[in-house]
């Protein structure tokens, strides 16, 4: 007879759908005993937490009552799989919520190669999804060529910062935008040629000009609404879009409405292609072995804002939505 | 010496830069003398003039008192250019002009193996222009296969018609829109599977899931504004736009709103992309060949809608733009 330690779950759910900008009231927490493991079953602990835009772009894919989505950086406390031995660190996709008894499916282990002094909570961030995306997005929806001139919206962003930085990298010149003097002054810390503060500047169009004056080859889409409308007007001829998020958006309960994009896409002969990074699944090995070796030869730089403790998440979730962060939005569980 | 033989040229000549939809009166009927031709020039006499609707969303690029823009089917009356002899057919470039004197640069020749039962004039539709924007934008921009789903609008315009025959010669479910019971009745004639008339519909999302209540793989766009919004949300995962034109936006002097697209194209992974067909053209011998073939093959049906008289040049224009043409709209010079 094994000696069954009791674990206690906690969890933010979806207690109510959102209407416009998510509030704490939208969160409940929950607590459940967890049972004994199974055959082949693992008890996993989280250690990290990470908040994405994306949780509230498709909030509406869950039921009030479940557990808010997302990823999280967890330790094996029990196993009863090989595949994923006690005390090694997983990826998880149990959402917010402490302890969880998985099959194995939905966990991954992190890079073998994964060295000591690297952060672990890196694979909610630079060598995790956001990396993925932003070097997926470069490379295969931008198709981001040395010589080019790429223009990123919420550029101090998990998202932002990483497409700048891969840019320099692949030998683009890049120009930045955020929301604060803070942002700005980050984007060039961290090798932007030409960063603003979109909510300063007396005309966008300006900006955009003075910053790139032969306009942009790819523009990496983060935000929507009108910051996008003005940058179509700016793309050069064959420019391509990649549409990534669009934060801005994702508050409205009616749709927002901008200039028709057909003319200037016409005009420039123009690509806008939205994306998700699970298209390249199989290919995240190659991306992730990439964003390791950049982060660890120095060449990317990585900046966390963390907030402490799980009780903390949805005031998190509802801050990196306003954009408090500059750099990756992380919650450690204690 | 030689004889000398006076060729008056007319020329319709853009007088008023269009205000909103174009009128008679912004244009100018002008007349000037042909001078004697010189080594190496050509003189060439219009038989078919076409008006498309680029030249109204282009027309900016003109200057006022410039030539109208456009192509036309001529015929070679003298030639001092071993490469356009006399009596042979061309394609020139010299706009809405009876007579030409040209150095042969803005001179095709009509394809060798054009048949004699086939029309002259639709190396200004069918085997021209408008064929190989179909052709191409399909082929290279939709990305259209055999099974797959194909959406058009202004489809019994010279462009749109072609689209759904061409698709259905690739193996694709055509759904066409246009603007009359006539045109919807043309549309079922040459084989599109199904056709509608979004001005009576009593909803177009309605008549769009009717149509296809899967979805839509490919969306080749002509006509832009509210049609593009609502058909964007009708558009399966990774599905393709093609924008070729946006006829029903080229009037507006003030940009016209519509929702932002970027949450429908990121939800789906869509991709939008404008295109002007000078894009392929290294390649537009192999799309003529086709084109040629498949008319000879009774494949593809065309339709044209002649205007007859050069003086009545402007009114077909007004028409064509205002959707009066089922297929191509031609003008016979005579």
Chains 1, 2 share one sequence.
């Not at 470069?138 to 981001?144: Q, S």
């Not at 101090?156 to 683009?172: E, N, P, R, T, W």
């Not at 409405?257 to 292609?273: A, D, N, S, T």
């Amino acid at each position: 007879m094994s000696l069954h330690r009791m674990v206690l779950s906690r969890s933010w759910t979806l207690a109510k759908y959102f209407e416009g900008a998510p509030k704490l009231s939208d969160f409940k927490l929950k607590e459940v005993e967890l049972p004994k493991l199974k055959h082949g079953e693992v008890l996993v602990e989280a250690e990290y937490f990470s908040v994405d835009p994306y949780m509230r772009a498709y909030s509406k894919r869950m039921k009030e009552g479940d557990v808010m989505m997302g990823t999280q950086v967890a330790r094996v406390l029990e196993s009863n799989n090989s595949a994923f031995p006690a005390h090694s660190y997983v990826l998880s996709s149990a959402g917010w919520t402490t302890h969880y008894i998985s099959q194995g499916k939905d966990l991954t282990p992190l890079l073998p190669n994964w060295p000591d002094n690297v952060p672990k909570s890196l694979a909610l961030g630079t060598i995790g999804m956001p990396g993925l995306t932003a070097y997926f997005g470069l490379k295969e929806i931008c198709f981001a060529k040395k010589g080019e001139i790429v223009l990123v919206n919420g550029a101090a962003g998990a998202v932002g910062s990483l497409v700048g930085q891969i840019a320099k990298i692949m030998g683009c010149k890049v120009v930045g935008s955020a929301g604060s003097d803070d942002k700005v002054e980050y984007l060039k810390e961290i090798g932007f040629d030409e960063a603003f503060n979109y909510k300063t500047v007396s005309s966008l169009e300006e900006a955009l000009k003075k910053a790139s004056p032969e306009g942009y080859d790819c523009f990496f889409e983060n935000v929507g609404g009108y910051f996008s409308e003005v940058a179509l007007h700016q793309m050069r001829k064959y420019g391509r879009i990649a549409v990534c998020g669009a934060i801005s958006l994702y508050n409205d309960s009616v749709p927002r409405k901008g200039e028709y994009v057909q003319i200037p896409l016409l005009f420039q002969e123009l690509r806008m292609e939205g994306f998700i990074v699970q298209r390249w699944l199989n290919r995240y090995n190659e991306g992730l072995e990439k964003l390791l070796q950049w982060v660890v030869e120095g060449k990317l730089k990585y900046h966390e804002h963390i907030t402490r403790g799980f009780d903390n998440m949805p005031s998190a979730f509802i801050g990196m939505l306003k954009g408090d962060n500059i750099g990756k939005a992380i919650i450690t569980a204690k």
